[in-house]
């Protein structure tokens, strides 16, 4: 019995094993076409159209007619999504972001170009993105830390930072744009100590336009901040912004 040599051909798998990982990682990608196709086999157009289109009714009606709740559970949902597959964290989009990054390597053996996978994103704001990566073999969070800006110029935002995630993983915090761009008018000081909630005291306003309260009694808070200074904080102060 011949033993085969490991690791030594110089030709990577064809398109269509590569077709067939990458829909056992994403299997979403598969499933929501299997189940409309499924059930226009089943119930016919009519009936698959009537549900689609009240599904779509109702996600718009949601969003008109309940905006907390619809910020809240829905937006990031459907903005992570928008982002992850309409955006630069996939495909040859992601290809393309890596290599003028010089974040990829080639195989010493194969020749084949490895890239660094986006394993998820997360968009609970409308200005952050946060993105999980899974490192490429011999690869290290300072191959990441060194292009922050050209990361931030390709991806045409206001700036990236990154983080170590799990061995093997780094998590990119991309702030698409910069929320806090107006001052907001100072609250109206209260004509009495009673009036004042120490245990939710107003102290701004965070990035999603809500009041950013907290309690000031059995805690204790270190808030430092400068006018004009670029911080990556979710709140503005009331009364000046901090940019």
């Known amino acids: 019995m011949v033993e085969l040599p490991s690791g030594t051909s110089r030709r990577s798998a064809g398109w269509e094993f590569r077709t067939v990982r990458w829909l056992v ?143 093997g993983e780094v998590v990119l915090i991309v702030q698409q744009d910069e929320p806090f761009n107006r001052v907001i008018p100072a609250p109206e000081m209260p004509e009495s100590s009673d009036a004042v909630n120490l245990r939710s005291l107003c102290l701004g306003e965070t990035e999603l336009g809500g009041e950013w309260r907290e309690p000031l009694i059995g805690t204790h808070h270190l808030t430092a901040g400068a006018g004009r200074a670029r911080t990556p904080w979710s709140w503005r102060s009331c009364g000046r912004s901090l940019r």
């Open 25 to 167: 990682r994403h299997p979403g990608a598969m499933v929501a076409p299997s189940g409309v196709g499924a059930a226009l086999v089943e119930f016919g157009p009519h009936l698959t159209g009537g549900v689609v289109g009240s599904l779509a009714v109702g996600t718009a009606a949601w969003y008109r007619g309940h905006p907390d709740t619809f910020d809240a559970w829905a937006a990031p949902v459907l903005r992570a999504w928008r982002r992850r597959w309409t955006g630069a964290y996939t495909g040859r989009r992601l290809t393309n972001l890596m290599g003028s990054c010089g974040l990829t390597k080639t195989h010493h053996k194969t020749g084949e170009v490895l890239v660094p996978r986006v394993l998820w994103v997360r968009s609970w704001s409308p200005s952050i993105d946060t993105v999980r990566v899974r490192l490429v073999p011999g690869q290290a969070l300072r191959a990441f830390s060194a292009v922050l800006p050209e990361l931030a110029a390709t991806l045409k935002a206001e700036r990236v930072a990154v983080e170590q995630g799990k061995p």
